[in-house]
């Protein structure tokens, strides 16, 4: 099992909650500038779980085209159900924000000086 999926069995909850919007501005001073960082590291997740998801069924997938290959492949439908029970990325990644586990920094350079 991949270090992401331990770290979204053990401690995210499946479901959305209202989140304090001052709590959110707190961490960096602006609303944006960490709903920013949260999309980020959401994008992130997810593109590392669709790569493991796309691993785990290439490792079933057959290059002739049957129909009684594609009913039959009940391994290949636990893993993609697994998948999507999982949590939405934005949920892990807005957890992570507030669990301070994301790293971040401002660009202090002046692009136009």
Same mark, same amino acid.
């Given at each position: 099992m991949s270090k992401l999926r331990r770290? /979204?069995? @053990?401690n #995210?909850?499946?479901t959305a909650e209202t989140k304090d919007?001052? &709590? /959110?501005? @707190?961490? #960096?001073g602006n609303m944006y500038e960490?709903?920013?960082i949260i &999309?980020?590291?959401a994008n992130q997740i997810n593109i590392s779980?669709?790569?493991?998801?796309?691993?785990?069924?290439e490792e079933f997938a057959s290059h002739t085209d049957s129909l009684e290959e594609i009913h039959e492949n009940k391994?290949?439908?636990e893993i993609s159900r697994a998948y999507e029970r999982?949590?939405?990325?934005?949920l892990l990644a807005t957890q992570e924000f507030f669990d301070d586990k994301i790293y971040y920094r401002k660009n202090e350079d002046d692009l136009f000086s």
């Open positions: 770290q /979204i069995s @053990a #995210t909850a499946n919007l001052n &709590a /959110i501005k @707190a961490k #960096t960490s709903i920013a &999309a980020k590291r779980l669709k790569e493991e998801l796309h691993n785990k069924l391994e290949q439908i999982m949590p939405n990325p934005a």
